[in-house]
């Protein structure tokens, strides 16, 4: 079974710092998907970014970006220039890519976000 | 922008009692889920619905639970015997498929079951 761990339960950053939160995460599959999502205190999820394991090439967007290490099954999460609005619960996700468990999402524990003005 | 949308977004209940949580997925989306998250802890996988069938369910789905697609549009999480650890944050999650893996969620329904 897929497993995914967020060693950190909580972090703090000062407004337009950098902060990065780490993630790892455990399969037998070679071919699946890891996410990062955002949970304000709305508690909506919402999708930060996503990482084809296929691709090499760690995703980014905007001031969002990641370090995907697949022989060290690590998926971190790096947020640069940090505003107030960033503050939130963070879920690291898994997704296998195909089977009956396309789609599914494994999460980990989550890191509580805040953010320092 | 198309949306997941989830009513009620909070229910209160009697133990025992049973209640069906209701979500429209996105129109085009082929693959629904239910998640739910205890307060202060992570989102669970509860069940995943393909082709008008369960795909898979976790071990949390037992028996009291039971999810439905009527007609084609509302997508329907029940609980047939409420009990206070059911109490969470229930989240239906659509997903269109075809090598489009990004899921949208609703915006929750808080069980309270008192």
């Known amino acids: 079974a897929q497993t995914v761990t967020q060693s950190q339960p909580e972090m703090s950053v000062q407004e337009a710092e950098t902060v990065t939160l780490s993630c790892t995460y455990d399969?037998?599959?070679?071919?699946?998907?890891l996410f990062w999502y955002k949970q304000p205190p709305s508690r909506q999820m919402i999708l930060v970014i996503r990482q084809e394991a296929y691709k090499q090439q760690n995703a980014t967007e905007n001031r969002f970006s990641v370090n995907f290490q697949k022989a060290a099954k690590s998926f971190s999460l790096k947020i640069s220039d940090s505003q107030l609005g960033d503050a939130a619960m963070y879920f690291c996700a898994y997704s296998p890519a195909g089977g009956t468990s396309y789609g599914k999402l494994t999460f980990g524990q989550g890191t509580i976000l805040t953010v320092h003005p | 922008e198309p949306e997941v949308t989830q009513t009620p977004s909070h229910q209160v209940t009697q133990m025992g009692q049973e209640v069906i949580l209701r979500c429209v997925p996105i129109s085009n989306h082929l693959y629904f889920y239910w998640y739910r998250q205890i307060l202060g802890q992570k989102v669970e996988f509860l069940v995943s619905f393909y082709n008008n069938e369960i795909s898979e369910k976790s071990e949390i789905f037992d028996d009291q639970f039971s999810v439905e697609r009527p007609d084609g549009s509302n997508f329907t999480l029940k609980i047939r015997s409420t009990k206070l650890e059911d109490s969470a944050m229930y989240f239906c999650a659509s997903l269109k498929g075809h090598m489009n893996t990004e899921a949208f969620f609703g915006q929750g329904t808080r069980l309270t079951v008192v």
């Open positions: 399969t037998s599959e070679s071919d699946y998907y």
